[in-house]
Nanobody, 120 residues
């Protein structure tokens, strides 16, 4: 069974850099036909797709976040990491990692999510 687990700090100061890691078990992140995805949901708002890293390490980002976002991976640990720079209180959200099936763009497995608050 595929499982994803987010980890990282729950509190980040304004203008600092947020880093979250998603640990994947039950499926290799280097297996073709999947994208590994970051999504977030600010309080009281809808889901926002942030970006993906593919099995070959290629990446794609939301245009609105592209200048501040980077996704990388550690294949030895079967993990992928989100880095979001210059955060503001508007980046306060539940952050999720998920697996996306490349042929359908369906996100079939999700982590439970981790709340990140941006505050001084």
């Amino acid at each position: 069974q595929v499982q994803l687990q987010e980890s990282g700090p729950g509190l980040v100061g304004p203008s600092q850099t947020l880093s979250l890691t998603c640990s994947v078990s039950g499926h290799s992140i280097t297996t073709p036909s999947n994208y590994w995805t970051w999504i977030r949901q600010p309080p009281g708002k809808g889901l926002e797709w942030m970006g993906v890293i593919a099995h070959d390490g290629s990446t794609a980002y939301s245009p609105s976040l592209k200048s501040r976002t980077s996704i990388s991976r550690d294949t030895s640990r079967n993990q992928f990491t989100l880095v979001l720079s210059s955060v503001t209180p508007e980046d306060t959200a539940l952050y999720y990692c998920a697996r996306t099936i490349s042929s359908t763009y369906a996100m079939d497995y999700w982590g439970k999510g981790t709340l990140v608050t941006v505050s001084s």
